[in-house]
Structure formats: structure tokens, C-alpha cells
């Protein structure tokens, strides 16, 4: 059974895995999406905005960008990135916000963190304006092609991600019987890396916060986890490598 991670407590903290992780290809796939916006000042709203990272980058882009999210600890955050008149409070299944005044709408690795996908789905349709644009983004852990020292050594994790992440396919087939038309995905970032587990702890990929995938399973998951990591290390005379071959999609579906 996986944990309830509270946003609020690891709000502080959340910002640093933008600068542990490169996002150029999220950026590029962003900055395509919201082009024609851009140019016209159209309405774009981030739903899981967080701490505020991709509102930041987008409002130096020039894009009129607004964000929600439900944690107040994350809001408190990005409100010191953006300013409080980009940031509303509410659940992605429920948007606070009046029909059909959208342009874009997208949710960068939070997906898999709402609890009713059909329902944000069908709330993001209402918001969006005729020629609106809607981009998901995130992991597929159903595809078999990932390769994550994390799913290596904390097993959980992997179990945790495959209820937690959608398909592709079915995130397509949600957007389409919420009305969304010409869905498609595509794989928008490849992510390798390599390094010795004394390089992993001591740049933060270890710590609880790091990433969501240690903080939906249990303490005794983690410890167990942590052990197996230092025991493979000490076996390889600390010259263990920590693996990863990762690929985020994006999904987009249009309204009509």
C-alpha cells in the first residue's frame, strides 16, 4: 500500500530537483505548445503547479500563465516565484475557474497525483476555449523500456508507479470521451544517466524528497531500499553505478 504524501511538509524542498534533473526536453515540448498563446497573450493555465517552477519559466516567456494546486505549502512557495495573482487554490477533479475561459491547459508530472484523471480530464475540456489545447506529461512505467535504479533497489516503487501512472493509451482514450479530438503521444524527453551511489547522496537523489517515488511507499520500504544500495556498494568496492533510462511523454488533445 502506498503512502499519502503530504505536499505541504516537502513544499520547501521541492524546488531542488530542478536543478538535480535536466527538463530542457519538457521546456522545448512547452515552449511548441503554448506558441500560438504566446503570441496572441491568451490564457494559459498550469493545473499541479507546485512550488511554481514552470510558471516562472513560462511568465519570462511572456506567456499569461496561471497556476493551481490544492497545497497551500506549495502555493506559499510559488507565490514568492510569481506573485499571488497567478495562483489559485483547488483540486485538479474540481476546478475553480469559469467555462471555456482557457487557451492551453497542462500538467507536468502531476498526472499520476490526481486522484479522479477522467474527471480533470472533463474539467479541463469545460475550461477550454474552441481550438483550446490540452498536454499532459509523465512517466509510462507500462512499457517496459525504463530502466531506474530506483525500481531496481526499492521495488515498491515500480509496484506503487504502475497503479498510480496511466498507459498512454488510456490517457488518450479518457481525453476523447471527454471530447478532446486528434490525441496523440509522443515521447518528448529521453533521460540516461549514470553515477556511483557517493555521487547519488551526496546530490540529493537518495533523500526521501527527492522524488515522489520514495515518498509513496513505506519507511520500512525505504530503509530496506537504502540497505540494499549500500550493501551492492560495499560489494563493488564502492564503485556501484546507479542506472537510469528514463522517458517522459506528453499527451495533447484539442478541443473542437
Known amino acids: 500500500m502506498s503512502h499519502r504524501v503530504d505536499y505541504d511538509r ?9 536543478q538535480r534533473n535536466d527538463y ?14 504566446r503570441a496572441d497573450r491568451q490564457r494559459v493555465l498550469e493545473v499541479g503547479c507546485g512550488a511554481g517552477h514552470w510558471l516562472r519559466w513560462l511568465e519570462h516567456a511572456g506567456v499569461n500563465i496561471v497556476g493551481v494546486d490544492p497545497s497551500s505549502g506549495m502555493l506559499n ?10 495562483l ?12 471555456a475561459t482557457c487557451d492551453r491547459l497542462f500538467s507536468v508530472n502531476a498526472l499520476h497525483h490526481f486522484a479522479d484523471p477522467a474527471a480533470f480530464f472533463s474539467e479541463a475540456r469545460r475550461l477550454l476555449r ?31 508507479d504502475r497503479k498510480r501512472y496511466l ?5 488518450r482514450e479518457l481525453m476523447m470521451l ?4 486528434n490525441c496523440e503521444t509522443r515521447m518528448i524527453q529521453h533521460l540516461p544517466r549514470e553515477m556511483t551511489v557517493s555521487e547519488a547522496s551526496s546530490g540529493g537523489f ?43 511523454y506528453g499527451t495533447t488533445g484539442w478541443a473542437s
Open 178 to 181: 471527454c471530447g478532446f479530438s
Open 24 to 37: 530542457t526536453g519538457v521546456e522545448h515540448a512547452l515552449a511548441s505548445f503554448i506558441e500560438g498563446a
Open 206 to 248: 537518495m533523500n526521501r524528497t527527492s522524488t515522489s517515488q520514495l515518498m509513496v511507499i513505506s519507511d520500512v520500504a525505504y530503509d530496506a531500499g537504502v540497505k540494499r544500495i549500500h550493501a551492492a556498494d560495499a560489494s563493488a568496492g564502492g564503485a556501484r553505478i546507479l542506472r537510469s533510462d528514463l522517458r517522459l
Open 10 to 18: 516537502v513544499a520547501q524542498v521541492y524546488e531542488s530537483r530542478y
Open 130 to 160: 474552441a481550438g483550446g489545447g490540452l498536454l499532459t506529461v509523465g512517466l509510462d512505467p507500462h512499457t517496459g523500456q525504463d530502466q531506474w535504479w530506483i525500481y531496481d533497489y526499492f521495488p515498491e516503487a515500480l509496484i506503487a
Open 88 to 99: 489559485i487554490r483547488g483540486r485538479a477533479e474540481a476546478l475553480p475557474c469559469v467555462s
Open 167 to 171: 498507459p498512454a493509451h488510456r490517457i
Open 77 to 86: 512557495v510559488a507565490r514568492d516565484a510569481v506573485g499571488p495573482n497567478r
